[in-house]
């Protein structure tokens, strides 16, 4: 078959998009990826071997400005009649749209022309580009059991399939915790300006000393931290870039981090007990977390919460309770089966 797969916008899009590309692409389905200017490197650089790429004009509506938005919906409006005379000539078999806003021409071309299509949401609320293109899919596919925001008069057929992440994630999926009383905060990319304030205060409350902290933070607070961590007499390694994420996950007893979508799909593959803290501004964040909590692997809490006495209290009473931290694993451990699920349910 010939299969369209739509992505762009951030990596989190991008890369759930490309590793279903290579997991299709080896199944001998002919590829084309369409992205937009943000992530076309990316794209090129990663795709599978034989894949055509294509561009897409395309960007976010989410501006406050009027006329920024006036400007994005006219840049999808005009990609999406390209690809509506495009698909007149070169029509493939399946769509496969991975959510952003350079999706939305592509499902709706799509529509035109009755062609078979795939919408994933990795969220655990559904995001304004995929609420908007859902009324022209067939399927959406989910990354979490519980996602809030889908209309419950759709007709829209709901499939969970669960969240691409990289291999290296799987092979460390189940690996037993160190018991080493080590702690990992991460705040994403750019690290967060609320964990960098309170981690290390409610760490250095707790006095003890067996603790371990591994901290990814932004470049300009890396000499702060580590001042602070040493004058406390507390062991750690700042850093503002964590190459290796799922060999620090896996080396965490704990770990303390915002709740995007990729970093909360990740805690589960491997299965580590976290805190999660999700951007106050962000609805996503706070359901990805929520969706996290239910499995029982460790807390979500509102960032205006999230205090050093709550947390030193917390992180006290978890590494005196190893025990307690075993069973977070445990329960917040879900096999990922993800790239499988999605090319089984889009070859059908």
């Known amino acids: 078959m010939k299969i369209w797969i739509a992505t762009g916008g951030t990596g989190g899009h991008v890369f759930p998009a ?7 692409s080896s199944r001998g389905h002919k590829i084309t990826i369409s992205c937009d200017g943000r992530v076309s490197k990316m794209v090129a650089d990663s795709a599978p071997k034989g894949a055509k790429k294509v561009h897409i004009w395309a960007a976010g509506v989410g501006a406050k400005n009027r006329l920024h938005q006036v400007w994005a919906l006219f840049k999808i409006g005009i990609s999406a009649i390209a690809l509506i005379l495009r698909f007149a000539f070169t029509r493939p078999n399946r769509v496969v749209a991975f959510g952003g806003y350079a999706s939305v021409p592509v499902v709706f071309a799509a529509h035109v022309w ?9 969220n655990g609320a559904i995001g304004r580009a995929n609420r908007f293109a859902m009324r022209w899919v067939k399927t959406l596919m989910t990354s979490f059991h519980d996602v809030s925001g889908i209309p419950k008069n759709t007709k829209v057929r709901v499939v969970y399939t669960g969240l691409p992440v990289r291999h290296d994630f799987i092979e460390h999926a189940g690996a037993p915790l160190p018991k080493k009383m080590h702690l990992l905060v991460t705040g994403g990319s750019l690290g967060a300006q609320i964990l960098d304030d309170i981690v290390p205060r409610a760490v250095a409350t707790m006095g003890n000393k067996k603790i371990f902290v591994t901290h990814q933070t932004r470049p300009e607070n890396v000499a702060r931290l580590q001042k602070f961590y040493a004058d406390n007499k507390i062991h750690a390694n700042v850093l503002s870039f964590i190459r290796d994420m799922s060999g620090a996950i896996t080396d965490a007893d704990l ?48 960032q205006n919460k999230f205090t050093e006495k709550w947390l030193s209290a917390i992180l006290s009473e978890l590494f005196e309770n190893p025990t307690r931290l075993e069973k977070m694993a445990k329960k917040s451990l879900v096999e990922n089966t993800a790239v499988k699920t999605i090319a089984d349910t889009v070859s059908k």
Do not use: C, W
Request: proline share 6%; aromatic share 4%; net charge negative.
């Open 114 to 122: 009755h062609i078979p299509t795939f919408l994933h949401e990795q």
């Open 18 to 24: 490309l590793a279903v590309a290579s997991e299709l």
């Open 255 to 302: 770990v303390i981090g915002r709740s995007g979508a990729s970093t909360v799909i990740e805690l589960m593959t491997i299965g580590r007990p976290a805190i999660l803290v999700p951007l106050a501004i962000n609805p996503d964040q706070a359901a990805n977390a929520a969706n996290y909590e239910k499995l029982g692997g460790g807390f979500a809490i509102e």
